[in-house]
């Protein structure tokens, strides 16, 4: 299931899907977590939205999904009760409890990494 979703502080449709999507995830504001990132990515000398920056940040925080390899509405169905954080090329988005919160409907979009969230 898709369900929209912008926490976006202003209510804009910006490039910040990675805000977004571990604000949604973790239940924290979108401001707290675009300072707490920006706030690393200043300390690593990088922007925030560099992804190998972004890869990083997640894989030392969260448990990976080792199942992968399948479009983000596959991958959800497959863990229907957990929190999870999908990327795609050039995308990330978050379930919860089975259903995709994001700005648009990525089901269809295949799988690069995925992670479960406490």
């Not at 929190?83 to 994001?102: A, P």
Request: charged share 25%; net charge negative.
């Amino acid at each position: 299931m898709y369900e929209y979703y912008n926490a976006n502080a202003i209510g804009k449709l910006d490039e910040d899907c990675t805000i977004r999507a571990i604000s949604c995830a973790t239940g924290k504001s979108w401001d707290y977590v675009y300072e707490h990132l920006s706030d690393l990515a200043q300390e690593h000398g990088t922007m925030i939205d560099n992804a190998e920056f972004i890869l990083n940040y997640l894989n030392r925080r969260y448990e990976p999904v080792t199942r992968l390899g399948y479009t983000v509405g596959d991958t959800v169905n497959m863990y229907p009760y957990d929190t999870l954080l999908i990327t795609m090329k050039g995308h990330i988005t978050c379930s919860k409890n089975g259903t995709i919160y994001d700005t648009w409907d990525c089901r269809n979009r295949k799988v690069e990494y995925a992670w479960f969230v406490d």
